[in-house]
């Protein structure tokens, strides 16, 4: 019965673009920087790697595991992105500091807000400037306006009230993919009990809502 | 979905800690505010209500606790006493500034038997026997005429009565002397006082007082009274 609910908001980086205030200023930023190093952060979960896959759909995103090599093969092209970039060792990111102060490379450096920030306390990133691009996590109105605008492609509008809403905000804490996690394991719950008739659960409640942040581990038992 | 009922279990389980949780709290906050007003409203400590000039109104004495009405007395001996001393030192104040003494008070001579008590062992002791025998009666009378400061012909005579009858013959001459001053033509004054003087020793002073009093006023009880004390005399 919720099969359709389910797959709207499963995880894809192929998803349709929800333009919150802080993606469009991240965005923003992006498009005018004129700094051959980037650093784009933020919290896991809030859309980094679907803002680079989305602005920038023709250049390869590179992983974390790549090496030296990997990067030398790609210095054919002008912009280098790297995402989870927090993994990488001391030694590959003084190569790619030292390769961006050349002006002839541009690299976009996605990683994890606190990484990050240990990463631009060390000497050789402190004295030089560098554009770091914050994502921040999406507000209370943002996630409502985000599951509605996907109910309402399925007309399932009105399955939330407002007490519902805060709940989800509160376990989720504006996490775009937790939101989008949370969403379809409580679908995936109340489509298991709709189908199985039980009658206490047929529509979205409290406990559906506690139901799914236990299964998420998101609250503590 | 295998596990939707151990979730539901799970949800059940947490509601009912967050209610124990909730209530707990709310439980403490009941009984922090109970306390709170239980402080606020506690009753002065009698050590308090002790040092404030108020002499204190005679506590009920309980019958199942015989130890209590005497350590009652005690309070209220010492609280007259602090009053007794005022008094006198008020009275002494108006003595020297006016040359002529006015009449007594009442107040004045309870605190002097008060002084009398309190100082004399013997008669403390003896004190604290009588207000076991009467029910500390003479003490709520003491106290309350202290509190008015004023007396009365009958109140004087029935203190000397009570003096008289717990053969306490000195201070019963003191009250009898206060009611004559008040009404010296009443006879039941005169034969207290004779009893008194008789009971003291002092038989021919007694026969000298009703010898007196026979002169001006007849009255055939204090004749009789006197033939009594004429013929153990002889």
Redesign the interface.
Known sequence: MYENLIKEFEDSLNDEVFETISFNFAKKELEESKNNLRFLIGIPGTGKSFLLTHFYPDTPILSSTLTKEDIDKNLNQELIIIDEAQMLDNSLIEYIRTLADTKKYTFILSMHLTEAKKILQKEHFKSRTIDIIELKPITKQEMIQYINVKLLKNNANHLFSKKEFNKIYKYTKGNFRYIKKFVKTLF??L???VS?N?QK?SKINS?LI??TA??LGL?N? | ?S??FE??R??????RKKLIKYSSIFLLFIILIGVAIYFITKPQPLKSLHTTKITPKPQPTNPTKPTKPKVIVKIKEKNITKVVVKKVKVFIEKNITKPTPPAPTLSLDINLTKIQKIDNPKQKAKAELKTKKTNTQPIKKQTSILQNETITFNKALTLAKKYYENADYENSIKWCKLASKIDNNDERVWKLYALNLEKTGQKEKAIKLLKTYLKYKNSLELKYLLQRFENEKN
């Open positions: 995936e719950l489509d298991f009990a199985n039980i659960h406990c506690t139901m236990i299964k609250e038992e | 979905m596990d939707f979730l539901e799970k949800c059940k389980q947490l509601k």
